[in-house]
């Protein structure tokens, strides 16, 4: 029985990979296959329901409905059983199907006849397609065998939608894949506008040949892919290196494990079995996993889906030989889109690309830190963008707004090229500003920094006018290697970033580790919370082998020369402490083991948690400088998790508690005569930039783009009259101050 089975399965994949092979039309492949499928299965009806959008499903043919409702019955997702099918990503055997809940009946179809349904979804690897059905006359259940015959069926048709065997044309009313201009929403994680074409940094596996022909022959093949894997695999977790703490192991040995399972290996020659190529199964395993365990509530069980997803990837490489680099060439203009990437992926690219769009990421990952380092513009969470976008597709993406436009329309392209002309044009006209302080015309000077991780922002030192770096983000040294750097190669790159500020101050914030921003060679925490978890300073004292080691790295960098060093996410006095003693301590062996030593050392702290407004006025008068972290200390404050799209935009910076806060660590500053600045994304926005001047900040530290806007402003109002604005807000008991603001603005 079993073989008669895999015979007729085998027969009807070789019927629809001749039909794939045969000239002719969309419409006219789909009608053959479902006479196929229909006939090959012995059902009365078989349907293809294909999404003319992502809301949307439509009937593209059938063999048994009515002809007349092909490409006039349309199904919202989840509306009746072709809906819910699609939406959960999972099969619907029933032998009455207007018994079953959701059914909608459809009169144009003439399917009220046929009570017995089995839905299986049209998917690959995460991405939805659409539906395949097949109902009878008589009321019965579907056995297990057919099921897992038209799930095989079902894989082919991914592949055959994915070839492009269904696409339309202008001139009939099939579904036109890739075509249509899309605007997709996702989240700002750096600012900027950019035009180009898409560059893939992972072009898609295309498996050109569905069906194998010689079960025996593929079998073998997939054997050799697995082995291959599985050796390379092996070859990973021996070459790592753990950085002597043993965290990654756990990570890699998980890995190893999936790819010796043997019950993947077993699905996946079942597939083989009855009908398809080598690809095509492990494409079909990759798809069923994606599906069930997206469907899981459970955290762990969806992290690993990305191993599994990256398994499979490798292993569709080794069996198709198409590799990362399929000999395409990188477009003009190139904007980068990938699922996701790491810091040392990204930096490979360079100054090459003109953007970024992910479709996942965060706003404070180690991605976002290189794009604000290579001035692109980011946007995250932009969901489908990896399946809709092509290699060479033109693009617009607008970071400010966190909007990007796919194949864009000649009217939406013009606009967007206004846009991008009018910046131009402003950065021009900042340019003559550069070196010019940034003194309003009440005679206050406002300093401004700018922020740092890699020497490609170095050069943006003299260019934006910045009068130094506020803030060097040290930990990128550490994100873009997968060992821990070593101290005389930390103290060599500490050394090139002191020379290239040609005399002008560096704040080295030290290893801000943990939330999200993990190391490659550190076990994840998966901690509930990870903002307010194990990071930063946290580690550092645990961890005090690197934290000691980075000491001395850039103590030895700043030989002849001033120091400034800055402790990430003190929450309370005995932790900047304890930090002091280590560096102290540091600087004490050193000068015994005979090194030369800088010339003047400086050691301030990161106010980043709203316990240290309130630390004894000692922590004050210890530091030599202190910076406020604007953004940490901004979601602490409010509760908002910065990552989260619901609440963040939800609370103000100029909200007037929020301010006062602010004030108050002014006032304690001033008192302890203990300079103050404030380092954020909010410190490069004119206005709020405006309003900390007028509170009493006297130094600002933000990505080098900001510094012409925020000077041009500055230079062209009175501080002391802002200061009365807001003073006369506060007295009538405004809770928030961006209108008076802005409205004095305007009128200036």
């Not at 762990?300 to 990362?324: A, C, F, K, M, V």
Request: hydrophobic share 40%.
């Amino acid at each position: 029985m079993h073989d008669r089975k895999d015979s007729d399965s085998r027969k009807l994949l070789r019927r629809l990979k001749e039909i794939l092979a045969a000239a002719g039309g969309g419409q006219d492949r789909l009608d053959q296959i479902t006479h196929h499928i229909a006939d090959s299965m012995g059902t009365d009806v078989c349907s293809i329901y294909l999404f003319r959008d992502p809301q949307t499903l439509e009937l593209c043919a059938t063999e048994g409905l009515r002809a007349e409702a092909v490409h006039q019955t349309r199904l919202r997702l989840g509306e009746g059983l072709v809906g819910r099918v699609a939406r959960a990503g999972r099969n619907i055997n029933t032998e009455n199907a207007p018994a079953e809940p959701g059914f909608r009946f459809m009169p144009e179809t003439g399917e009220e006849v046929f009570p017995s349904f089995l839905g299986v979804p049209i998917q690959r690897v995460g991405e939805k397609l659409g539906v395949l059905v097949v109902q009878c006359r008589e009321a019965r259940l579907f056995s297990d065998d057919e099921i897992y015959g038209l799930e095989v069926v079902a894989m082919v048709l991914a592949e055959m939608t994915e070839l492009g065997a269904f696409q339309g044309s202008q001139s009939d009313s099939m579904p036109q894949a890739h075509r249509f201009p899309l605007m997709l929403r996702g989240t700002t994680a750096q600012e900027g506008a950019a035009e180009g074409h898409v560059w893939l940094h992972e072009p898609r596996v295309v498996v050109a040949n569905p069906v194998g022909d010689d079960p025996e022959k593929e079998r073998a093949r997939l054997h050799e892919g697995v082995a291959m894997l599985r050796e390379s695999v092996d070859r990973m977790v021996g070459a790592a290196d753990m950085g002597g703490t043993g965290d990654h192991t756990e990570i890699l040995e998980t890995y190893r494990m999936f790819a010796h399972s043997r019950s993947w290996l077993k699905r996946m020659e079942e597939d083989i079995r009855l009908g398809l190529s080598a690809e095509a199964a492990v494409e079909k395993e990759q798809s069923s996993a994606r599906a069930r365990m997206e469907m899981s509530a459970d955290p762990y069980l969806r992290d690993r889906l990305h191993d599994l997803d990256d398994l499979s990837n490798r292993l569709l490489r080794i069996l198709t030989g198409q590799g990362r680099d399929t000999g395409a060439e990188m477009p003009e203009r190139p904007i980068l889109i990938a699922r996701n990437i790491g810091p040392a992926e990204l930096l490979e690219y360079g100054r090459k690309l003109k953007g970024v769009v992910l479709e996942e990421g965060s706003v404070g990952s180690h991605a976002a830190v290189v794009a604000r380092a290579l001035t692109i513009p980011l946007v995250i969470h932009a969901s489908r963008i990896t399946t809709e976008a092509l290699n060479g597709d033109p693009i617009l993406i607008d970071g400010d707004q966190g909007i990007v436009h796919l194949r864009p329309e000649e009217t939406v392209a013009t606009a967007f090229r206004d846009k991008i002309a009018m910046q131009a044009e402003a950065q021009n006209r900042y340019a003559s500003l550069r070196n010019l302080p940034a003194t309003a015309t009440c005679g206050t000077t406002v300093q401004l920094y700018m922020n740092a991780g890699l020497m490609a922002d170095l050069p943006s030192l003299e260019g934006s006018g910045a009068e130094g770096v506020g803030l060097f983000r040290t930990e990128l040294q550490f994100l873009i290697r997968n060992h821990v750097p070593r101290r005389g190669e930390l103290a060599q790159l500490y050394r090139r970033v002191i020379d290239n500020s040609h005399g002008k101050p560096v704040m080295f914030r030290t290893l801000d580790i943990g939330s999200d921003k993990v190391l490659p060679y550190m076990k994840p925490q998966d901690e509930p919370n990870p903002a307010m978890g194990w990071r930063a300073i946290r580690v550092g004292l645990d961890k005090r082998g690197v934290l000691r080691m980075q000491l001395q790295a850039l103590i030895r960098a700043s030989v002849g020369r001033p120091l400034h060093v800055m402790f990430p996410f003190i929450a309370d006095i005995s932790e900047y402490e304890d930090a002091y003693r280590i560096l102290m301590q540091e600087m004490s062996r050193e000068q015994r083991l005979g090194h030369e030593m800088p010339t003047d050392i400086r050691v301030g702290a990161m106010l980043e948690t709203p316990s240290l407004a309130f630390a004894p006025q000692r922590f004050f008068e210890m530091c030599d400088f202190v910076s406020i972290g604007g953004n940490d200390l901004k979601q602490f404050f409010f509760a908002a998790d910065r990552e989260n799209e619901r609440v963040r935009r939800r609370y103000d910076t100029l909200n007037t508690s929020f301010l006062a806060l602010l004030e108050q660590i002014i006032a304690r500053c001033e008192a302890a005569r203990v300079p103050l600045s404030f380092c954020g994304e909010d410190a490069g926005r004119p206005v709020e930039a405006l309003t900390f001047a007028a509170l009493g900040l006297r130094r600002l530290s933000m990505r080098p783009a900001s510094i012409g806007p925020v000077k041009h402003l500055i230079r062209r109002v009175s501080i002391a009259e802002l200061r009365q604005v807001i003073e006369d807000g506060k007295s009538q008991g405004l809770t928030n101050l961006r209108r008076p603001i802005t409205e004095w603005l305007a009128r200036q």
